[in-house]
């Protein structure tokens, strides 16, 4: 099953700000998933309270916490506070250690110009204890949901900057199925979310929280339950929160004006 949900912003959280508990890596039943946060507290702020009203078993952070947004040192915090398993995306694995490569593909030179200038301005703007935190990051993340067992990568199993896109050629998703070693592949990178089976394996790209890219500026992640017959449902959720003030905080910081229309426009 996938499909594409709202859910409402909602006000108090009904558990306070206790962390999320993982009971274990078996057992679970509903799980949530949340990937490239880009940096955009609010975004990342929404998402963690709708997720409390889904009553999950388990959260987890499919990485890329840092780039492109005006809040890195904030979103560190934030899910190092809540305790939330998290990856390494490539951003962080660069910015971790004072890379200059972030390991990213652009399009025009342009692109490239505003890429560079986000590895600049977010390696100079977060701070020591957030670099070391990233740098304890894992490549990879596994758990069952019943029997079946899920694994979370942030690019792919092969590589932490490949990009998966829907549409490429159904033999390259058959051929990393048969090496993925897990029943259910989680994954990102992309910003744009998408569901679908290849080679026994079902493959969830979680969308993106802080900086989507499939024309709905609304923060996405992934929300896993599993169904009576003990297969692995994914659905594709989506939250509102207040882009045009993390618009208002691109430009405070002096980071260029692009940043800001893209992340409205969720291009």
Known sequence: MFRLSAVAKVGAQPNGESPFLHPGDDGFERVAVITDVHANLPALEAVLEAIRWLDVDALYCGGDLVGYGPHPNEVCRLVEARRIPTIYGNYDWAIARDHLDCGCAYVTDRDRALGQRSVEWTLAHTDRHSKYFMRR????????????????VHGSPRKVNEYLFEDKPARTFERIARGADCDVLLFGHTHQPWVHEYGGVLFVNCGAVGKPKDGDPRAAF?????????????????????????ARDLAAAGLPREYAEKLVAAT
């Open 137 to 152: 990051l894992a490549f990879d993340l596994r758990f069952r949901m019943g029997d079946r067992r899920v694994r979370l």
């Open 222 to 246: 992934a929300l896993l339950e599993l169904d009576e017959a003990g297969q692995v449902q994914a659905s594709i959720e989506r939250v509102s929160y207040d882009a045009e003030a993390v």
